[in-house]
């Protein structure tokens, strides 16, 4: 729920309100990928740079496949 209420908040341009949700998804559930790809993407948007490289990295420690993760350390 907070995993998709972070990405409508970010496609609305509620940047701190998706922020949040995207670190209570985290929270809730730290092997949960997609947390870590709604937060990153979110800071990236508010130029955040080096903490959503942080975030990235962080999440493939959970899950060294993932294709979103790994796209946005890139």
Same mark, same amino acid.
């Given at each position: 729920v907070?995993? $998709? =209420? *972070? *990405?409508?908040y970010? +496609? #609305?341009g509620a940047l701190p /309100? @998706? #922020?949040?949700?995207? /670190? +209570?998804?985290? /929270? #809730?559930? &730290?092997?949960? &990928?997609?947390g870590y790809s709604r937060k990153g993407a979110i800071q990236f948007l508010m130029k955040e740079y080096d903490k959503a490289l942080e975030t990235y990295q962080? @999440? #493939?420690?959970?899950?060294e496949? $993932?294709? /979103?993760l790994m796209? @946005?350390? =890139?």
């Open positions: 907070y995993s $998709n =209420r *972070a *990405a409508c970010t +496609k #609305l /309100e @998706g #922020l949040k949700d995207a /670190e +209570k998804c985290i /929270e #809730l559930d &730290p092997a949960f &990928p997609k962080e @999440g #493939l420690k959970h899950d496949n $993932n294709q /979103e796209d @946005g350390v =890139r």
